[in-house]
């Protein structure tokens, strides 16, 4: 009965797709920046996302691109964020939905710093594009891919 049982069972599992994946795509891929990118967008992300958009899709970061300075580390680390190469997926969602916040909030410091650490978000990316991804590490340092997805969800170039 059991041996029955366990010929029947479902290799799919229900925890592991997402509504809004392929059946190829895993959860947390596109559908998590699909629903971010649903939200109010600030424009400093939109241009963002169409500049990296433009320069990918033409250049193909051929060109070398530095990496962020001492004081962008700083910002990130003034609000308990890493670096982009040791940063999660999931990590990576939620800084970009606190980063939505901020952008429009009434506190002109948060706004700028939103926007600043968008900016060096934008540039350790290109970088981690540039060197080909020899930077990363480890495999459960994907959050470059969250922002991949994010930027070609929001940008009208994509």
């Keep these: 009965m059991i041996e029955n049982l366990l010929e029947k069972k479902s290799e799919f599992d229900i ?7 392929c059946m190829t795509e895993p959860f947390t891929s596109k559908s998590h920046a ?9 424009l400093s992300h939109k241009r963002l996302a169409d500049n990296y958009t433009v320069i990918k899709r033409v250049f193909k970061f051929q060109a ?5 300075t001492q004081p962008e580390k ?39 710093d939103a926007d600043k650490i968008m900016e060096i978000r934008a540039k350790e990316l290109k970088f981690i ?9 480890n495999e459960v340092y994907k959050g470059y891919l969250a922002l991949t997805h994010y930027f070609e969800e929001i940008s009208k170039f994509a």
């Design 34 to 42: 699909a629903l971010l990118a649903k939200n109010e967008i600030p």
């Design 74 to 112: 700083d910002l990130l680390a003034k609000y308990d964020f890493n670096t982009l190469e040791y940063t999660t997926a999931k990590q990576m969602y939620e800084e970009l939905d606190l980063l939505q916040k901020w952008s429009s909030s009434s506190n002109f410091l948060l706004r700028e």
């Design 64 to 68: 070398v691109q530095s990496r962020i």
């Design 15 to 21: 925890t592991s797709k997402s509504a809004l994946s």
């Design 129 to 137: 594009d540039a060197s080909c991804y020899v930077t990363i590490g």
